[in-house]
T-cell receptor, first 113, second 113 residues
């Protein structure tokens, strides 16, 4: 049972344009969401997070949007840079119960120069 | 990340042999996790630890055991390796349950032949 789903295995965008990565979840108890970025031969690194009390969180070129009614979150990268090319994982948890992170399958983003 | 190291980085082993992977941290974090990464599945939790000698199962724990005899070390053992356990294994640490985000190691690529 995949509780966190990233339906697009890959995404290709041009440098300078916007990258939008999507994530859907099924567990309505999830109240904290994170995005991780992973380069080849390295471990994932934390990128940005959002609590369910917010619908948007911004950090430089990265913005995460949360639509609780649709159980959907998205990561926007503007402008996209070639160094952003990586696998992006979304993750979710039930913060108040201290549960572990549940990850999606990942989306390979390729930013073309 | 220098605060967390995994060993070995690569290993090839034969079906039926026992294998132990090591995760070592210097951050004095209470929580430690073992994940495996497989195409189409993302990161799936195998086992985790919330303190010395305190461990619990994740979603894909069959065929794996763990031990944590001191804060800094978390060992993952495949009792009798199978080809289905060929994967990339990541260790992660966090000071708290979830909302601090995880710090991941660089991974161990295990091939069972």
């Amino acid at each position: 049972d995949q509780q966190v789903k990233q339906n697009s295995p890959s995404l290709s965008v041009q440098e300078g344009r916007i990258s939008i990565l999507n994530c859907d979840y099924t567990n309505s108890m999830f109240d904290y969401f994170l995005w991780y970025k992973k380069y080849p031969a390295e471990g994932p690194t934390f990128l940005i997070s959002i609590s369910s009390i917010k619908d948007k969180n911004e950090d430089g070129r990265f913005t995460v949007f949360l639509n609780k009614s649709a159980k959907h979150l998205s990561l926007h990268i503007v402008p996209s840079q070639p160094g952003d090319s990586a696998v992006y994982f979304c993750a979710a948890s039930v913060e108040t119960s201290g549960s572990r992170l549940t990850f999606g399958e990942g989306t390979q983003l390729t930013v073309n120069p | 990340d220098a605060g967390i190291t995994q060993s070995p980085r690569h290993k090839v082993t034969e079906t039926g042999t026992p294998v132990t992977l090591r995760c070592h941290q210097t951050e004095n974090h209470r929580y430690m996790y073992w994940y495996r990464q497989d195409p189409g599945h993302g990161l799936r939790l195998i086992h985790y630890s919330y303190g010395v000698k305190d461990t619990d199962k994740g979603e894909v724990s069959d065929g794996y055991s763990v031990s944590r005899s001191k804060t800094e070390d978390f060992l993952l053992t495949l009792e009798s390796a199978t080809s289905s356990q060929t994967s990339v294994y990541f260790c992660a640490i966090s000071p708290g349950p979830t909302n601090y985000g995880y710090t991941f190691g660089s991974g161990t690529r295990l091939t069972v032949v």
